[in-house]
């Protein structure tokens, strides 16, 4: 992974200045993460995360405690079962037990495809107000900044940042300060 971002560093800055011997490039940079933060939708989207998240994570601690009393109910009759009742038992612990993992498996799966059907579109609004900003700018490029890691511009005059223009083609009030 990083030596693709490296690679896509190297071709940019080869482009930069090919395009700099040609004439001037035009660049801005941009935080989507800050963007984001900043939207009353992604809000809505949050809490309705959260609430789904929370729905997941009940339905797991009842099947926990399902397994957990039939634990306690098998290790205190335990010693007065015949073998075949034993045997049962432990047999339907361990179906339980691995139904337990297979719902937390599941419901992980399931919050990473919700997270990313909730945030998908914002995102997508996100880069259409990217492009729009680059196109009606006149920037050659939009660089991203502010993910630790995932950062293609590592440093940048502040004046060079397009985010008060992001956040007014998305129609909001850039927060102060920035």
Partial sequence: MKIKSLIVVLVMVAGALSVQAQGTFKFGYTNVEYILS?????????????????QLQNQLQSKGQEFQTKLQEYQQGAATMTD???ADKESELQNLQARLENFQKDAQVSLQKKQSD???PLFEKIGNAIKAVRTEGGYDAIFSTGVPGVDILLDADEKFDVSNLVFKKLGITPPAGN
């Fill in 38 to 54: 900043q939207m009353p939708e992604a809000k809505q989207v949050d809490s309705e995360y959260k609430t789904y998240e929370a």
């Fill in 84 to 86: 075949i009742m034993r």
């Fill in 118 to 120: 909730l945030y998908a």
